[in-house]
């Protein structure tokens, strides 16, 4: 592949630093860093099929190349495909990348095994990739940078002899449905229900004390690893007398109306869910009641020095509120306050627990009886669908510290807004192949501009020859300067958006 660097010459051996703090310190003090940056999907495959194109989501995460934008540092990018050259030119004209800043940047493949979508796990079984990688190092203070905290990233960085943010020895815990209430606590206010179940009879004593309890007929049944709603169960139970009647024909109204839930995965059968029952365990909660207003999520950087805020959002989901198409920064200003708060608040119990990186927190609005209630949904121990649209934001508007204070702002302090979608198909009857995306959207002067500091950035490039569908993120100081671009987009690339496509986000 043209763009991309290949590793010819063996580097000789570095005596690598494999303390996060040595790595922190050294980044402090401007010395030369160096990223290894993996993000693999290490997620349960059965989960992801549902979501077209996940193959190539890999490189959503490209936006980490532009960290050489900083002086003294290094990028390996991994993953499991080439980077296009459509997708490389686009970020090199966009961010203006120098050939010494290029450099810097080095790029390792590793194919996938049939079968094995998770790049870190493809790493383990390939000592190949594994020098190629160590041979493109060029300082001792290096760090693994991965989309997610689990454990084969754990191993990886073991076998990389480099540090990670994943120390934690319950961090596989921590990932689960169960460890996000652990972790929450009594710090902020999820719904009311119950963690580590591990069988069907646990499950329906559980939303029998739910049912008796609460005015709510509604709740949801989530896999403990579930991913962007594919883990979920909705479980209608017809509060009808249900007060009058005994405890057996409670027991088998319940088994009765979990027997016909609603299965968000469709590939699922009823059989295989209880079966991951057993094997990952659920929580059972109320589903959240009066009308929703709106689903925000936010992001912090947790260190072990400090907790930061980077954004806030405001996801952009599907007709039925549990599929995400992408998102728009900021939040709502009314309850923006509230969920900087408890994200901040999170944080800091994350920090105590030593568990450190990027961490996504999803959260529903909903008001009932005149009463607006915030409600923790989920944590995300990882970098989200939120992510690489905030930070190709702040890189393209040249001031990547500006989400130390969680807000974006260009050079000149300037406000700006964005919405991202993940989830965008041109139509293949207007558009040939991603030169042609780029081209006419520069023809129709929507890309983004430095000078003009506002536009359209392109992302998930790799993804449409198969699956018909690419990403974008508008920049702009106004919402409605990105509604306007926005529509032009849709114009010229005569785009459609479906609710069968969703993001590894939930």
Sequence with gaps: MGCQKLITKKQKSLDLNNELTCFLNAFKRGEKVQYIIAPSMSFDRKLLQGIEGIEHYELRSFWEILRVKRKNTYVTFVSSEDVSEVLFNHFVEVFNL?????????????????????????LLMNQSCILDIKESLQTNNVILEAFVRTEDERLLAKALGVPTWHNHPQMDYFHTKSGNRFIVGDDA????????????ESVIKALIKLRNKSVCDSFMVKLNYGVSGQGNMKVTIDKE????????????????????????????????????????GVVVEEFVKGRIIDSPSAQVMVTPERVELISTHKQILDSHGQKFIGGEYPCAHSY???????AIQIGKKLKNLNVFGVTSIDYLISESNGEMKCFVIELNLRKGGTTHPFMLSNFALQNEGSFREGGLIDKNNV?????????????????????????RAKRA??????????????????????????????????????????????????????????????
């Design 415 to 439: 406000s700006y807004s964005y919405r991202s979608n993940d989830n965008f198909y041109p139509c293949k009857e207007f558009v040939s192949d991603t030169s042609d995306i780029i081209n």
């Design 241 to 280: 007398s249900w007060d009058s009647l005994s405890d057996l024909d409670k027991k088998l109204a319940a088994e009765k109306s979990f027997i016909n839930g609603d299965l968000f995965n469709k590939s699922l059968s009823l059989e295989s869910f209880e079966q991951r029952i057993i094997e990952e």
């Design 98 to 122: 120098s050939s010494e800043e290029i450099s810097r940047v080095s790029f390792v493949k590793c194919p996938r095994v049939k079968g094995e979508l998770s790049l870190s796990k493809n």
């Design 336 to 342: 923006r306050s509230e969920v900087s708060e408890v």
């Design 445 to 506: 002067s929507i890309l983004f501009s430095r000078k003009k500091s506002k536009g359209v950035i392109f992302h998930l490039l790799n993804g449409f020859s198969d699956s018909g569908k690419v990403g974008y993120t508008v920049i702009a100081p106004s919402k409605v300067e990105v509604e306007n671009y926005e529509s032009t987009l849709n114009q010229v690339l005569g785009a459609m958006y479906t609710e069968n496509a969703q993001e590894v986000s939930g």
């Design 189 to 200: 206010q999820m719904p009311v229900g119950f963690s580590d179940l591990y069988s069907r």
